[in-house]
């Protein structure tokens, strides 16, 4: 699976709109990116994913590059309760036959 | 809501002790769900395949004699702390999705904390 790397830790203010990056260079043309996140001391919650289209549900928008080396993760309008740390994932050709495979992350942190 | 349900939510036992954890799909089958493991400040790591059938498959690392995995329905696996001791009390949790294809997210459970004292 490829490797991601996302920063460790970012601030948003409440209400305002939370852009959170993720590299993912070594990606393959098969390989989807998915987010989830944590909040603490409760098991990930799917957020969203995608292939090499923007996409956009009832909880975030996923724009990833045209080249698919990066992705950004956006919270519209974040509230006290995105605090979280949010992982940034590429699924492996297996899919769903695969377990995940977690980096660090970024915690994010909503400032009211 | 929930699409899968872990049980129970938090355990406190004695050294020594064996410990069953519950993974169940609500509403859908699941031929594979994974458990995962989580330290304090740490980022949850695989520790193994249930495969419904079928022996688990384990990554690196992780004892099988010491986590048993049983996948007896298509709904349900279970986890089996054996003889635990206070290195193992960790944060367990554990996943399914209702696809096998790459474009299907993984629906998490939400947690058994394990205190081992």
């Known amino acids: 699976d490829a490797k991601t790397t996302q920063p460790p830790s970012m601030d948003c203010a409440e209400g305002r709109a939370a852009n959170l990056p993720c590299n993912h260079s070594t990606i393959s043309g098969n390989e989807y990116v998915y987010w989830y996140r944590q909040i603490h001391s409760q098991g990930p919650q799917y957020i969203i994913h995608?292939?090499?289209n923007n996409e956009t549900n009832e909880m975030a928008s996923l724009i990833i590059t045209e080249d698919r080396k990066s992705s950004t993760l956006i919270l519209p309008h974040a509230t006290l309760r995105d605090t979280a740390v949010y992982y940034c994932i590429v699924q492996g050709p297996g899919g769903g036959a695969d377990g995940l495979t977690f980096g660090k992350g970024t915690h994010l942190i909503i400032q009211p | 809501g929930a699409v899968v349900s872990q049980h129970p939510s938090r355990v406190i036992c004695k050294s020594g002790t064996s410990v069953k954890i519950e993974c169940r799909s609500l509403?859908?089958?699941?031929?594979?769900m994974f458990w995962y493991r989580q330290f304090p400040k740490q980022s949850l790591m695989l520790m193994a395949t249930s495969n419904e059938g079928s022996k688990a498959t384990y990554e690196q690392g992780v004892e099988k004699d010491k986590f048993l995995i049983n996948h007896a329905s298509l709904t349900l696996s279970t986890l089996t702390v054996t003889s635990a001791h206070p290195e193992d009390s960790s944060f367990y949790i554990c996943?399914?999705?209702?696809?096998?294809?790459?474009?299907?997210?993984?629906?998490f459970g939400d947690g058994t904390r394990l205190s081992i004292l």
């Open positions: 509403d859908f089958q699941a031929t594979t």
């Open positions: 995608g292939l090499k």
């Open positions: 996943s399914a999705n209702m696809g096998r294809g790459s474009n299907q997210p993984q629906h």
